[in-house]
């Protein structure tokens, strides 16, 4: 039995503690990563959250737990499969468990109106990110939000999660979001070629969306998920002038070989 399936093994962050999880396999097909996903728990407190991620029933786990004060727990090693994000998709990826690493970040979210996510704890969240994104090469526009790989079904870290912060430390893609303002816009049951030229823009960047000129539920929920990365302030699912311009921003901003 190796140390792995025993339970034991040395943490891939430098400082973090270690409670195993059996919840994870190897990674399918020969996969690398290539995507950091960060999560909220959503639960009441972080020892509840352990707690699950570490029981065999639950059959969910992360990679890294952490906790408010900064405390980081390693509970699957970097190297295996951990079963984090669900069913998910982005850029044609339906595997994202297979390519990536999953971090939770302890946050009560709807459980406890949205609390603020702790400066130790963002602290602790920036130096586990830089690490992970340096030793596996991830590039910017590949760390992403549960919400960004699921939108129909998944809202974590949620809106008060500080991505600009993270961007200025180096982690992550980030343009500063177009102000709202009133003009045009486009919402759930509008038809035809700009709905279009929208879901076109979303399906570039990564997101889940048919491409059929029907702002549909699918549609409608990119939006909110990308509303909740790249323009907090206002997370309606309606696709105003500031939404798209910002979309459009993100779009120009990206490396030649990803757009």
């Given amino acids: 039995m190796s140390e792995i399936e025993a339970g034991v093994f ?34 009441e407190n972080g020892e509840a959250a352990e707690a699950l991620l570490a029981s065999p029933e639950s059959e969910v786990s992360a990679h890294y737990v952490v906790h408010e004060d900064g405390r980081i727990v390693q509970m699957v090693p970097e190297g295996e ?83 600009e912060r993270l961007h200025r430390a180096g982690i992550g893609h980030w343009v500063e979001p177009a102000p709202i303002r009133g003009g045009r816009f486009l919402a759930l049951g509008d038809r035809g070629q700009p709905v279009e030229a929208l879901q076109s823009m979303l399906a570039l960047y990564g997101y889940q969306v048919p491409i059929d000129g029907v702002f549909g539920t699918e549609t409608e929920a990119a939006i909110k998920g990308f509303q909740r990365h790249f323009r907090s302030q206002k997370v309606d ?12 921003r993100l779009l120009s901003s990206l490396p030649v070989s990803v757009s």
């Avoid at 996969?31 to 999560?39: D, P």
């Avoid at 699912?237 to 459009?248: K, Q």
Wanted: charge should be negative; charged fraction near 25%.
């Fill in 81 to 163: 499969r951990a079963w984090h994000a669900g069913k998910s998709f982005w850029q044609g990826e339906t595997d994202i468990n297979s390519c990536s690493i999953g971090i939770e970040i302890v946050n009560q979210g709807p459980h406890g109106d949205f609390p603020d996510f702790p400066d130790a704890q963002i602290e602790g969240v920036t130096a586990l990110c830089l690490d992970i994104c340096a030793r596996h090469s991830i590039r910017p526009e590949r760390v992403l939000a549960h919400s960004d790989i699921a939108p129909s079904r998944k809202i974590d870290p949620g809106e008060k999660f500080p991505w």
């Fill in 237 to 248: 699912g309606v696709a105003d002038v500031s939404t798209i311009e910002t979309l459009h």
């Fill in 10 to 43: 040395a943490p891939d962050h430098e400082g973090a503690l270690v409670r195993p999880s059996p919840n994870f396999g190897p990674r399918r097909d020969g996969k690398r990563v290539t995507t950091l996903i960060l999560h909220y728990t959503g639960m």
